[in-house]
């Protein structure tokens, strides 16, 4: 097999190199700057080059990283490995891996709805694939980018004209900036915005992504008027005293996992937004059988009931235990990197 599950991460023994290690490691290939798959501490680091100042903000200056163009490939001891479009994030890639005949790709975090944010997800024949499965039941199915906008549109609007500010709770690497780039031409605002979300938002406007303009609300006078402003913040933020500035407000969360009623009651907020930047079920099955591949290795997420069904559909599927979380549990992380304080 090319590829090993170790106590550091998934290794390929041929080429010398892990693929998202969640330890420390001599040589790591990263599928992209989410903290449970970019993690510091590594000798070496290959990345996407549409990702190189989020990957940069992530592990630091101090990092060695070399970047790659997706489709170009990288000789790793006599590996050919190379990255390509996964469509979850700025610069987020799939792992390609070619040795003696054989190719597997590591998927990472992946989405097939096109997101302008991002290159659009790109299939890859294989023999082995790596697949998330974040959102693996058949009750999650997403509408349209644009459904989750118009109500988060009509939701501003609503709580504007009372005079109360909206707070929209999103992850604060690729989430927020999508939805930014979502309302780059709307009438709304002015929009607001947390420390973690902000460092981010001059890494995309940096890299040529357009987004909406936004200002960085901890720089303001503690009496500013925010009654009519969208302000967003990473949901590690909720409950916090730094909303308080903010006066009356109305609480909202852009997420996949919004899709569940309960998942809303959890997080004790006023709207939910069905938005996520993951493959959902039809999307996973599809981009599945797109690959081609004799054998499937299920990770993070809802690993056995995506295994069940591919095993009941003729294809070899396994369950392979990671580190990796998926979408939700990164915040902290990324909250460290980006340098604006979690208030309790």
């Known amino acids: 097999m090319l590829l090993t599950v170790t106590d550091r991460g998934l290794y390929c023994e041929a080429g010398d190199f892990y693929v998202d290690p969640w330890l420390p490691v001599p040589r790591a290939v990263i599928t992209h700057a989410h903290g449970d798959h970019a993690r510091w501490g590594c000798d070496t680091y290959l990345g996407a080059r549409d990702g190189e100042r989020v990957l940069r903000t992530r592990l630091g200056v101090g990092a060695t990283i070399r970047f790659a163009s997706y489709g170009e490939p990288v000789n790793l001891n006599g590996v050919r490995v190379s990255l390509h479009p996964a469509g979850h994030i700025l610069g987020s890639a799939q792992v390609r891996i070619e040795h003696a005949g ?15 944010t991002c290159a659009p ?60 780039a979502g309302l780059r031409d709307e009438d709304i605002g002015p929009i607001y915005t947390h420390g973690a979300i902000e460092r981010l938002n001059r890494d995309y406007r940096d890299s040529g992504v357009a987004i909406a303009d936004t200002i960085y609300a901890s720089a303001l006078p503690r009496r500013h008027d925010f009654s009519n402003g969208l302000i967003l913040a990473p949901p590690s933020a909720g409950g916090s005293l730094w909303l308080r500035r ?37 999307s996973l099955l599809d981009a599945i059988a797109a690959t081609g591949a004799e054998r499937v290795w299920v990770t993070h997420g809802y690993r056995g009931p995506v295994v069940k069904w591919l095993v ?3 294809v070899e599927a396994e369950s392979v235990v990671s580190g990796w979380e998926g979408e939700g549990e990164t915040e902290l992380l990324d909250l460290a990197v980006a340098g604006e304080e979690i208030v309790e």
């Open 102 to 116: 054989e190719v597997w790709v590591v998927s990472g975090d992946y989405k097939t709805e096109p997101d302008s």
């Open 121 to 180: 997800f790109e299939p890859l024949r294989c023999h082995t694939f790596v697949t998330e499965s974040t959102f693996g039941l058949p009750i999650y199915r997403w509408s349209p980018e644009a459904v989750a906008l118009d109500e988060i549109r009509g939701w501003w609007r609503t709580n504007a004209a009372l005079s109360r500010a909206s707070v929209l709770f999103a992850y604060s690497l690729g989430k927020a900036q999508r939805i930014l």
């Open 312 to 314: 009941e559909h003729g």
């Open 246 to 282: 903010f006066g009356a407000i109305s609480t909202g969360f852009a997420s996949g996992w919004m899709r569940v009623r309960g998942a809303r009651r959890r997080r004790t907020i006023d709207r939910g937004f069905v938005l996520s930047d993951h493959a959902d079920w039809p």
